[in-house]
């Protein structure tokens, strides 16, 4: 039984450089969610799939953030020109299809470092 | 908007106490979830315990119990007989009719001999 795994688990790059993320979710889970986490806070919402569906995206997602899950399965996560308050750990978490939610299983993260 | 609070930055208890973390959350909803993950240092977030607002029965796993007072919108986690690795953070999280999950800033938790 695997669990959500996340590639890289570190980056560091420059700021201006473009950087993307990659999540892989518990096969069975049609739900998948995008988290930030800053030091010392809690992880805030970014965007949900459901299957290849995007249904919600934060405010935080700005125009630089993009997120896909072609075929829902794996999910990527791309920041454009990336800026040094971008630096953070990006979580991805997924969940079981059903109504009653049954809490979302979450990856290592990435820790991302913009210089 | 829904809101979680956890005015609690820093916990300690000694192995084998037991120690109690505070949540409270705002919302307007009727129906809706509540959980504790644990996120030990560099490693990745954990679930730890789940309770549907509309169960009046407190949600236990193991050593881990909450004390649900919905009309007072207050979740704290209740760990017994401490272990050192329960040392960690817990988020206290709440998910309504959206499927996000809303966390609290967070309780770290130190366990001493």
């Known amino acids: 039984d695997t669990g959500v795994s996340q590639d890289p688990r570190h980056k560091i790059t420059k700021r201006g450089q473009n950087v993307t993320f990659r999540c892989d979710p518990i096969s069975e889970h049609n739900r998948l969610y995008w988290y930030r986490q800053t030091l010392g806070q809690g992880p805030e919402f970014l965007t949900y799939?459901?299957?290849?569906?995007?249904?919600?995206k934060s405010r935080l997602l700005s125009d630089r953030f993009s997120a896909e899950r072609p075929k829902g399965s794996f999910s990527t996560l791309e920041i454009q020109r990336t800026e040094q308050g971008d630096s953070a750990m990006y979580l991805c978490?997924?969940?079981?299809?059903?109504?009653?939610?049954?809490?979302?299983?979450f990856g290592p993260g990435t820790r991302l470092t913009v210089l | 908007a829904q809101t979680v609070t956890q005015s609690q930055p820093e916990m300690s208890v000694q192995e084998a106490e037991t120690v109690t973390l505070s949540c409270t959350y705002d919302t307007s909803e009727s129906d809706y979830y509540l959980f504790w993950y644990k996120q030990p240092p560099s490693r990745q977030m954990i679930l730890v315990i789940r309770q549907e607002a509309y169960k009046q029965q407190n949600a236990t796993e193991n050593r881990f119990s909450v004390n649900f007072q919905k009309a007072a919108k207050s979740f704290s986690l209740k760990i017994s007989d401490s272990q050192l690795g329960d040392a960690a953070m817990y988020f206290c999280a709440y998910t309504g009719t959206a499927s996000k999950l809303t966390f609290g800033t967070g309780t770290r938790l130190q366990v001493t001999l």
């Open positions: 978490a997924s969940s079981p299809p059903g109504l009653a939610p049954l809490g979302q299983f």
């Open positions: 799939f459901q299957n290849e569906a995007q249904l919600e």
